[in-house]
């Protein structure tokens, strides 16, 4: 159970969640756990198997808080709110952002600087857990030409330049990925680059699937705020292409994706036996592999991390909402600029 930005994230499995008065109490195991007033909060948000009282239900509709649930693995499910709601207001500001180029040019660029701080976290912890000081060097090298594109990133002022930056960033992480990958597994898990749709390397098809999750996950928690996953701001809009939840991704694909990736290979969770080869040199995860994945990925969602800006610890499986929040609340000008997710 959370409290961050007015928000209430209720993830304990059989909570009872209650009005008293004008506290909302959350009970589980027939003990109460939390009690919080009810004018303390903009909106409920519910995972899985939570039970919400119709009188909060009634109350928040008809005060305009939004009551958000989701199912147990993040996916969102439906959102309740009364007849008169702030949705359209916040879809029209994030219209207007995507219309107006300075606007989204800034929101792009913050998004761009967190992936690129995140990636030169990746590589800077790889380096001080490899064994091998000429690699490890490397990787310090790789983190240290990051650092000189964040601040080339300040710099520029055009959509183009901010992708290039971004693009050439994302080449060289994958070029120093290998180092990341202990030696005597390099042979079974060997990675030349990044290649997709298919992707052609055991490497390439973790870091696919694991991506296609973050995607879901990121689309759940912008439908479940209110925003369009559609329109986003550094991804071209296209038909049937989520830009907006392509955006949030971007600050988590190193310290999630990537890292969950090669924590599995390194510590041998997964095998050559796990994946599919076709012809044509395409390479799949088979259902035992797309369990392995699965599961390491659920874990990691539940672990805790202290989060940089709130100073309290939440799960990993809500810093993907706490972001599209945070866009939100800089979409209807409540806070000066957007704050991309920082890991450590």
Request: glycine share 6%; charged share 30%; proline share 4%.
């Amino acid at each position: 159970m959370n409290m961050l930005l007015n928000t209430l994230y209720v993830t304990v499995q059989g909570a009872y969640v209650h009005l008293d008065n004008e506290t909302v109490r959350i009970e589980a195991d027939g003990k109460s756990v939390a009690r919080i007033p009810l004018h303390h909060l903009s909106s409920l948000v519910m995972f899985g198997n939570v039970l919400v009282s119709p009188q909060l239900l009634a109350k928040c509709a008809k005060e305009g808080r939004s009551v958000a649930y989701f199912d147990i693995n993040g996916r969102f499910s439906c959102r309740i709110e009364g007849p008169v709601s702030g949705n359209i207001l916040l879809r029209h500001a994030q219209y207007k952002a995507y219309e107006t180029l300075t606007v989204k040019v800034d929101i792009a660029r913050n998004i761009v600087a967190g992936k690129i701080r995140n990636t030169r976290t990746l590589q800077r912890r790889s380096a001080r857990e490899s064994d091998c000081k000429e690699e490890a060097d490397r990787l310090k090298a790789n983190a240290d030409r990051a650092t000189e594109m964040l601040r080339r990133l300040e710099r520029v002022d055009t959509l183009d330049e901010i992708r290039g930056i971004e693009g050439k960033v994302a080449r060289e992480h994958f070029e120093v990925f290998p180092l990341m990958i202990k030696k005597q597994l390099r042979t079974d898990f060997e990675f030349t680059g990044r290649n997709r749709r298919p992707p052609r390397d055991k490497v390439n098809a973790m870091l696919s699937f694991i991506y296609t999750l973050l995607t879901h996950d990121a689309v759940s928690a912008i439908e479940g705020i209110g925003l369009d996953p559609r329109e986003g701001f550094l991804h071209a809009i296209r038909p049937g292409r989520p830009a907006l939840a392509l955006d949030l991704v971007e600050e988590f694909r190193a310290m999630l994706g990537d890292r969950i990736v090669l924590a599995i290979v390194n510590r041998r969770q997964i095998g050559v036996k796990d994946f599919d080869v076709f012809p044509g040199g395409s390479v799949l995860l088979n259902d035992r592999g797309r369990k392995i994945v699965l599961a390491a990925y659920q874990n990691r969602k539940k672990e805790m991390i202290a989060h940089p800006l709130f100073k309290e610890k939440v799960a990993f499986g809500l810093l993907v909402h706490i972001q599209a929040r945070i866009l939100a609340r800089y979409l209807r000008k409540d806070i000066p600029e957007y704050l991309p997710m920082l890991f450590r």
